[in-house]
């Protein structure tokens, strides 16, 4: 799963996927392609998102990518 901790914190929080758009001035269909990796996320837009809802992790935990399996 793309950003499986971001996503995570979503579901314990509450926040929908309308919120980080809303909150980054985009439509809810370029926020969703967004959290499926099928456009970047910039650094920016990581920041912003981390400090209006989730302050107390970091943007590594965050925006980790969780598709990457161990050999």
Do not use: W
Not at 11 to 28: D, F, P, Q, V
Not at 54 to 63: E, N
Request: a neutral charge; proline letters at 3%; one cysteine or more.
């Amino acid at each position: 799963m793309t950003f499986g901790n971001l996503r995570a914190e979503m579901a314990r929080n509450g926040i929908k996927t309308r919120n980080l758009a809303e909150l980054l001035s985009m439509t809810h269909e370029n926020m969703r392609l967004k959290l499926l990796g099928q456009v970047k996320i910039t650094i920016p837009e990581a920041e912003i998102i981390r400090a209006a809802f989730f302050p107390d992790c970091s943007i590594d935990y965050l925006f980790a990518d969780t598709d990457k399996t161990a050999v």
